[in-house]
T-cell receptor, first 112, second 118 residues
Framework: DQQVKQNSPSLSVQEGRISILNCDYT??????FLWYKKYPAEGPTFLIS?????DKNEDGRFTVFLNKSAKHLSLHIVPSQPGDSAVYFC???????????FGTGTRLTVIP | DSGVTQTPKHLITATGQRVTLRCSPR?????VYWYQQSLDQGLQFLIQ???????AKGNILERFSAQQFPDLHSELNLSSLELGDSALYFC?????????????????FGQGTRLTVV
């Protein structure tokens, strides 16, 4: 049972434009969400996170939005750069459950 | 460098064989996770250990097992290997420490072991 879903396996965006990656979850008990970025032949690296008490968290070009009622989060990258081309995973956590649930990932390609 | 070390980086073996993947977590991290990433698939959670004890189990096959040792390193054992077991296997570690009012659940990943079963 996939509790965290990324329904778009891939996304292509022109350099300089906005990239929006989406993630849906089913467990309403999740209270902390993370985005990871993965380059080929490397392990995923942490990018940005958001607590369920917030609806937005911003870090430079990266902003994560959380819509708890819709059980949906999104990652916005503005402006997109070719170096952002990677696979992005969203993950969710429930306090007390020492585990992260990952989505299947979205491959972002930023076209120069 | 995430601080998580996985060995070997690459492994090629035949069907029916058994292999052991090793993971050394970041210094001080008590939790170790194992994930599998098959071709074009997401990260599938296999199993988690916390301070030597199994804490959570995902879609881990009965042919697979893991353990975490007193020095906190972990090993993932894969036996009776099949072609479909070919994948990237990642180890991650975290400390789940409390920092202020937020539980730090960030997990740090190793570079993975690429297993090819032929």
């Amino acid at each position: 049972d996939q509790q965290v879903k990324q329904n778009s396996p891939s996304l292509s965006v022109q350099e300089g434009r906005i990239s929006i990656l989406n993630c849906d979850y089913t467990n309403s008990m999740f209270d902390y969400f993370l985005w990871y970025k993965k380059y080929p032949a490397e392990g995923p690296t942490f990018l940005i996170s958001i607590s369920s008490i917030k609806d937005k968290n911003e870090d430079g070009r990266f902003t994560v939005f959380l819509n708890k009622s819709a059980k949906h989060l999104s990652l916005h990258i503005v402006p997109s750069q070719p170096g952002d081309s990677a696979v992005y995973f969203c993950a969710a956590h429930q306090t007390g459950a020492n585990n992260l649930f990952f989505g299947t990932g979205t491959r972002l390609t930023v076209i120069p | 460098d995430s601080g998580v070390t996985q060995t070997p980086k690459h492994l090629i073996t035949a069907t029916g064989q058994r292999v052991t993947l090793r993971c050394s977590p970041r210094s001080g991290d008590l939790s170790v996770y194992w994930y599998q990433q098959s071709l074009d698939q997401g990260l599938q959670f296999l199993i988690q250990y916390y301070n030597g004890e199994e804490r959570a189990k995902g879609n881990i096959l009965e042919r697979f097992s893991a353990q975490q040792f007193p020095d906190l390193h972990s090993e993932l054992n894969l036996s009776s290997l099949e072609l479909g077991d070919s994948a990237l296997y990642f180890c991650a570690s975290s400390d789940f420490s409390l920092r202020g009012s937020t539980v730090n659940t960030e997990a740090f990943f190793g570079q993975g072991t690429r297993l090819t079963v032929v």
